[in-house]
């Protein structure tokens, strides 16, 4: 959650071009900047936000028990993870079969059994990391009996109700075991690049055919960007391809996308294919979004193209990473002329 | 709000664009920092109007925000060209606070910093909204081609915006007018030196070709 909105706390992620508009939520033009290394609110870092991705695609696989689809499954299970964790509610209407796998099924992992190798990395990332991690750590811990992982769980109580929820709800064994043994890999795959940070996700890991197949789903997406559970509904989710939704935002997809059948998790599950590289992921983003890029205080990098080319343009930097986006659109449509 | 005081000016700045077809024609000073386009607008202003735009450094970024002397009129053979001129902050894709922590403590290097960078947002937004031409300030005693230089310069082709290169500082030994003709040989270079007045006339009198 790199930008935040200073006036209703709203998120979004690296790159997102929500707030260009301003904050969909309250309107506001006045945004704080927190690199995701630097975010105490965030504290996804990388690592966890690999451990995230992690049990998210173990657990969907078992849970589908499709194994072509496995990694589609796998993403729609984070997501659902994600949303149970936003809202635990929806995702009890929606179908708890479904989603209950995938919540239980992470905290299944870390806490149980067999890949102990995989697991054990996802469960110490979890703890550290606050979202997707810690949701599947409680609802691990609530499910299973007598898992030895109370710990995570305690940690995680900022992430309290919604999280928890799908811990309620109870998962099929079986699923758990599936999910153990396709994390492995993903684990691994996460521990090798610590360093990604938010953005790298999900959008990251998918093909082509991922792509087109998500799509079409383009909410999902943008759940990842309303943390809040927000209320606005479509009018972002066009604008904003994958990147957003691979950011940061993800960890918590959200009420939109409890609500929304399975379908959409499965969007979102594409990406977990392969990842391009987050240099160029980085690149791309820049080339969207990044007109002034605060290296730190007091040393900035410009990118004068898009300076010149947005309309929108920052007309105030603060303190702290704080700025203020001057959006022509909002006042131009009342008074046209 | 400051979101309906801007509003206004824009909406007043519309109708005098509507309705006064004879406004002055704006001329944005742009260039890299330093560059001197600031002793070149008070030099102009003080000419014509006896008043000065802002105060000129030796430190880079001494102007972060674009200032505007309006209504400058430059008699050239007879004939009056009335401009608007604005001073803008030097254009560049790097700010770095580092750079003035010898002549200033490192918080005021800081905002100095900050607000430079506002200073090249607003300066590219000024291009892209408000301006009718373009002198493009160098210091002829640099290499002219840099990534901002030829960058700018393309923004500013791309706008067909009408151009005036003025190679500065050439009262200094390092000053090679040639060079910057070469670098930039589809526009015409104009010698000057600002700070000592050094071939002004020939500047107002593509001033007044230029933009009149």
Redesign the interface.
Known sequence: MPHQCTNCGRTFADGSKEMLSGCPDCGGNKFQFAPAAADSSAPTGAETDGSGTVDAGSTPDSSDTESPDGVATRAAETVRDLMSAGSADDVASDGADRRQPVDTEPTADAGSTADAGSTADAGSTADAGSWPASGAADTTDSNPPTEPDDGPAGEFDEWPETARRPADRSDPPADRAVDDTERPDRSTDDSSRPTEGPTTTYADDENTAQADARSEVVPADELPAHEDGDPRPETETGDESPSSADSTGESRPVTDATDEPPEHGRVVQEPSGQRPSIEELRAELNEQFE??KIVR?????????E???REE?????QEDGRYVI?VPD??RDA?D? | MGLFTELKDSISRATDRLFSEQEPKRIGIYGPPNAGKTTLANRIARDWTGDAVGAESHVPHETRRARRKENVEIERDGKTVTIDIVDTPGVTTKVDYEEFTDEMDEDDAIRRSREATEGVAEAMHWLREDVDGVIYVLDSAEDPITQVNTMLIGIIESRDLPVLIFANKIDLDDSSVKRIEDAFPQHKTVPLSAKEGDNMDEVYDNIAEYFG
């Not at chain 1, 205080?297 to 193209?305: A, F, S, T, V």
């Open positions: 007109s002034i205080p007091g040393q900035y990098e410009l990118n004068l193209m300076l010149y080319n343009y920052i007309i105030s930097l001057d909002s006042w008074d002329e």
